[in-house]
C-alpha cells in the first residue's frame, strides 16, 4: 500500500538538470481535473503570513486536495488575526497549529510543503533548512539577498532534490510566454534594447520614527534574525523592511525580479559582462529609507543593452505604462507588462510584422501555486515555471544592479568564476554577514 507521505516524496524524485527557462504544458494541471485520494492530499505550512506570505497561501488552498495544516509568524498579531480569516476559507481554525519560530514548525512530520513569505533576509536560511528537513519549498522573491545565499540555495535544491519553486508567478501568466514566443519568432527583427521600467507612484517609505520598544506579541529577535542586531524602529518593519540593505535591496530586488526576469527570458541571457548605474533618495529624502527612490542601472550584454529605470512617487513610466518590458527591434518593439502585451511597428520597416494586443485572461499567481503543487505531485521538475536556477539568475543581477549603484563604479563580472573580476567589490557586497549567531548554510 502507498501511504501519502510515500506517494509524495516519490513524486519529487527528480533528476536535478534542464531547469533553466523551462516550459508547461497545456496538460501539466489534468491531475486537479480528477477526484483525488487521500494519497494526493499535500499538507502546507506558512511561514511568515502578514502579506505576500498569506495571498500566497490562500492561492496555494485553492488548490483541490492542499490542506493547511500550520501557520508561523513572529508577531502574534499577526497571527491571530489570519486565525480569525481561516472560517472564511472555511478552515477550521483549532485544527491549525501555530508558531512563532519556523524551526519548530519544521519539526512538524505532518507537512509536507512550505510557503516562506518572511523578510528577505531570510529567505535562505529557511529555503535550506526546509529542504533540510525534507518539505518541498515555494519561497517568495527575490530568492536569495546577495549572490553567495543565491548560490547557496540552488545547491541546496540539488543536494535534497526538493520541489522548490520561486514566487515569479509571471513566469505562469500565459499572455507573459505568449509575448516571448513572439520576441523569439524573430519578428521584431534584430533587437538591440531591453528597456525595463517600474514606476510606482503608489510606494512611499515610512516618516523618520525614534526607536522604541517593540510591539507587544512581536518577538523582535527572531524577526532580525541573521540581520545586524539594532533598536527596534516601527519605519523598518514589516512593509517597510524592503526599504534597507540590512533586510533587502529596494525596488530593483523587490519589482525587478519579475520584470528583469522577462527581459532576460526573452533575450535568452544570463548574466551580463558590466553595469553602472546611478540614483538615490530624491523623491523622498525626508522618509526612512536607504535605498534609492530612483535608480538607473545600464547592463552590457555580448549583443544588446538592458536599460533598468525605477522611480517611487511617479505612475508616468515609459510607453504609457508605470511598469513593463520594451523589446526594441529593428522592425518593431514589443511592449508587455501585466495588463497585457502590443506590437509597435517601425513605420520604415523592411519587414512588415503581424500586431497582436492581447490581454490576461487568468489569475498569475494561482496558475503559479497550482503548477508547484501539481509538480509535487507528478515530480516531473521540468514542468516547474520558476525553479532555483531561474530566481538565482535573476536575483544575482538584479543584485548588480544595486552593487554598481553602492560602488559607484563599473562593475565587471567573471562569468565563469562566478564572481566580479574586482576583488574589492567580491569582498564588500558578494556576501551577507549573518550575525546573532546565525551563519550562511553550508551545503
Known sequence: ?????????????????????????????????????????????????????????????????????????????????????????NINASKVKTYNDHRKLLENKDIDAVIIGTPDHWHCLQMVEACQAGKHVYVEKPMGNSIEECNVMVAAQK?????????????????????????????????RTAKVWCYQGWMKPDIVQPNSLPPQGVDYARWLGPAPSKPFNASRFHFNFRWFWDYAGGLMTDWGVHLIDYALYGMKAETPKTVVALGGRFAYPELAQETPDTLTALYEFDNFNMVWDHAMGIDNGQYGSDHGIAFVGNNATL?????????????????????????????GLDKHTENFMSVI???????????????????????????????????????????????????????????????????
Open 377 to 443: 505531485r507528478s515530480g516531473k521538475m521540468e514542468a516547474l515555471t520558476a525553479p532555483v536556477t531561474v530566481g538565482a539568475n535573476v536575483a544575482i543581477v538584479a543584485q548588480m544592479g544595486n552593487i554598481a549603484f553602492r560602488s559607484g563604479q563599473r562593475v565587471a563580472w567573471d562569468k565563469a568564476a562566478g564572481r566580479f573580476t574586482d576583488h574589492s567589490i567580491n569582498k564588500e557586497y558578494l556576501a551577507k554577514t549573518y550575525h546573532n549567531g546565525y551563519a550562511v548554510p553550508r551545503i
Open 159 to 191: 543536494k535534497y532534490n526538493r520541489v522548490v519553486q520561486v514566487g515569479q508567478w509571471q513566469r505562469s501568466q500565459q499572455h507573459f510566454r505568449d509575448a516571448i514566443e513572439f520576441v523569439h519568432s524573430g519578428q521584431l527583427g534584430n533587437i
Open 335 to 363: 511592449v508587455l507588462d501585466r495588463r497585457g502585451w502590443k506590437v509597435i511597428e517601425e513605420k520604415n520597416a523592411k519587414q512588415k510584422v503581424s500586431k497582436p494586443h492581447t490581454k490576461p485572461s487568468e489569475n
Open 1 to 89: 500500500m502507498t501511504t501519502r507521505r510515500k506517494f509524495l516524496g516519490e513524486g519529487s524524485r527528480l533528476a536535478a538538470g534542464g531547469l533553466l527557462l523551462s516550459t508547461v504544458s497545456p496538460g501539466v494541471f489534468a491531475i486537479h481535473k480528477t477526484k483525488l485520494s487521500a494519497a494526493d492530499q499535500i499538507n502546507i505550512g506558512a511561514i511568515g503570513i502578514n502579506s505576500m506570505g498569506w495571498t500566497d497561501t490562500k492561492s496555494a488552498l485553492k488548490v483541490p486536495g492542499v490542506n493547511l495544516v500550520a501557520l508561523c509568524d513572529v508577531d502574534k498579531n499577526v497571527l491571530d488575526k489570519r486565525l480569525k480569516e481561516l472560517p472564511e476559507l
